[in-house]
T-cell receptor
Framework: DGGITQSPKYLFRKEGQNVTLSCEQN?????MYWYRQDPGQGLRLIYYSQIVNDFQKGDIAEGYSVSREKKESFPLTVTSAQKNPTAFYLC???????????????FGPGTRLTVL | RKEVEQDPGPFNVPEGATVAFNCTYSNSASQSFFWYRQDCRKEPKLLMS???SGNEDGRFTAQLNRASQYISLLIRDSKLSDSATYLCVVRKNTNAGKSTFGDGTTLTVKP
């Protein structure tokens, strides 16, 4: 089946540790995105990537890092510099269409990160 | 002021009711508009795109007013299964379709 997968579903981390969240898509989508969602709030963009080996900071990139070595993969590392990392992390992807615009975004099931 | 604003609700309605959600956006350069549905502790899923001429999908009708920078979603004949949070999303068609999400409006449909 085509889709976006994220792993793990739940992740627990001790303070001071880095942790990497996985995101893989087999939709052949060009762009990929990472969002953070806190309870009762909307999604905030962390990083996004339009093409392999290129990515841009979103609105809340501090304390996070990403890589895009393959089109289908866009892992997110939550570093110890992120002050409040406990949140629901969502990965999304979208297809670039003619004219340089993009279709709607499709989301993976998310990873719930808890810092102990 | 947030770039996308929604009435957070909650909206509590009986089955069969008609309910309308509103969303305003501040960036006049926004070009694409969407409504997503998010169930509790799940990922958002696209409900419908919003077109300038307005569009309908079954019991759901979306409308866009560019002059007032306002988007609406109307749900007719509400079902219990419509209970969810509805997210308004606006996007400029540059920067990889970077989107801005509202905080969502929560709907509970009661028997």
């Amino acid at each position: 089946d085509g889709g976006i997968t994220q792993s793990p579903k739940y992740l627990f981390r001790k303070e001071g540790q880095n942790v990497t969240l996985s995101c893989e898509q087999n939709l052949n989508h060009d762009a990929m995105y990472w969002y953070r969602q806190d309870p009762g709030q909307g999604l905030r963009l962390i990083y996004y990537s339009q093409i392999v080996n290129d990515f841009q900071k979103g609105d809340i990139a501090e304390g996070y890092s990403v890589s895009r070595e393959k089109k289908e993969s866009f892992p997110l590392t939550v570093t110890s510099a992120q002050k409040n990392p406990t949140a629901f992390y969502l990965c999304a992807s979208s297809m670039r269409v003619s004219g340089g615009s993009y279709n709607e975004q499709f989301f993976g099931p998310g990873t719930r990160l808890t810092v102990l | 002021r947030k770039e996308v604003e929604q009435d957070p609700g909650p909206f509590n309605v009986p089955e069969g009711a008609t309910v309308a959600f509103n969303c305003t956006y501040s960036n006049s350069a926004s070009q694409s508009f969407f409504w997503y549905r998010q169930d509790c502790r799940k990922e958002p899923k696209l409900l419908m795109s919003v077109y300038s001429s307005g569009n309908e999908d079954g019991r759901f009708t979306a409308q866009l007013n560019r002059a007032s920078q306002y988007i609406s979603l109307l749900i007719r004949d509400s079902k219990l299964s419509d209970s969810a949070t509805y997210l308004c999303v606006v996007r400029k068609n540059t920067n990889a379709g970077k989107s801005t999400f509202g905080d969502g409006t929560t709907l509970t449909v009661k028997p």
